[in-house]
Each structure stands twice: as C-alpha cells, then as structure tokens.
C-alpha cells in the first residue's frame, strides 16, 4: 500500500508544483493587458480554475504523506528530514492553501470592479504571483531536504 501511496504523493506534488509555476508565468505575462475585459475574463478564468486543480492536489499530497509516515511506523525516531517533511510540508499546504484562496478571491473581486479597480487589481495580481512564488519555493525546500536525506 506504502508504493500506492508515494504514488499518489508524488502525481499530486507534480500536478500542485507545476501548476504554481505554470500560472505564475502565464499571470505575469497577463498583467499587462489586465485593463482589457477579455484579458480580466481570462485571468478570473485562470484563477478559478487553478484553485480547482491545485487545491485538491495539495491535500492529496498532505494526505498521502501523512498516511505514509503512518504506514512506516517509526514513532518518534524519525530522521531531520522526515520531521521537517511532516511538519515543514504540512504547514506550507495549509497555508498555501489558506493564503492562496484568500488572495484569489481579493483578486477576483478587484478585477471583477472593472477599469476603476485596474490599479487595485495589478496589485493584487503581483501580490497572488509573489505568493505563488513563495509558495514554489518553499515547496522545492521540502523536496531539496527530503531528496538530500538531510
């Protein structure tokens, strides 16, 4: 079960990760153009729908983690890595994905206020993309640490 569930780890750990970057890359590129409404349609567009897709794929990764470090069974002989896993890992997803929605909705609400919210709204996009930078690196963190055995 122990393989079944480094699986599921790992999928949803590409699925969130790459996402982060992915939407990061595309909102910068977006911003410029964010006054336009088919650029503002398409960024709440983005926004809702990374929401849908790395949300879930954050949990999945605390979930599967966790019933690993269960599977294995090593009480409280665990290495550095594997309690800066548990701990370290599971605070960045939650408040990834506590930090994350909130700033999403803040950003759907200005650009949603039309040109007289557009200097509200491109700051609170470079404030969703800083978060989703931080977040990004934060999580290469964990994996640098876990991957190292330190």
Same mark, same amino acid.
């Given at each position: 079960?122990f393989s079944?569930?480094?699986?599921i780890?790992l999928?949803?750990?590409?699925?969130?990760?790459?996402?982060?970057?992915a939407?990061?890359?595309?909102?910068v590129a977006?911003?410029k153009q964010?006054h336009?409404a088919?650029v503002?349609?398409?960024v709440?567009r983005?926004?809702r729908t990374?929401?849908?897709l790395?949300?879930?794929?954050a949990?999945? *990764?605390l979930i !599967?983690g966790? &019933?690993?470090?269960?599977?294995? %069974? @090593?009480?409280?002989?665990?290495?550095f890595?594997?309690?800066?896993?548990e701990?370290v890992?599971?605070m960045?997803i939650?408040?990834?994905i506590?930090?994350i929605?909130?700033?999403?909705?803040r950003?759907?609400?200005r650009?949603s206020g039309?040109?007289?919210q557009? *200097?509200?709204? !491109?700051?609170? &996009?470079?404030?969703?993309?800083? %978060? @989703?930078a931080?977040?990004?690196v934060?999580v290469?963190?964990?994996i640098?640490v876990?991957?190292g055995k330190?």
């Amino acid at each position: 079960m122990f393989s079944f569930w480094l699986f599921i780890h790992l999928a949803g750990l590409c699925i969130w990760l790459g996402s982060i970057v992915a939407v990061a890359f595309l909102l910068v590129a977006m911003k410029k153009q964010l006054h336009s409404a088919d650029v503002s349609a398409l960024v709440r567009r983005t926004v809702r729908t990374f929401n849908m897709l790395t949300h879930p794929s954050a949990f999945l *990764v605390l979930i !599967s983690g966790v &019933l690993m470090i269960v599977e294995m %069974g @090593l009480g409280s002989d665990k290495p550095f890595w594997m309690t800066y896993m548990e701990r370290v890992g599971g605070m960045i997803i939650l408040l990834f994905i506590i930090a994350i929605s909130i700033m999403g909705k803040r950003l759907m609400k200005r650009i949603s206020g039309g040109t007289s919210q557009a *200097v509200a709204a !491109s700051s609170s &996009l470079s404030t969703y993309v800083t %978060g @989703l930078a931080l977040s990004s690196v934060l999580v290469l963190s964990v994996i640098f640490v876990v991957s190292g055995k330190y």
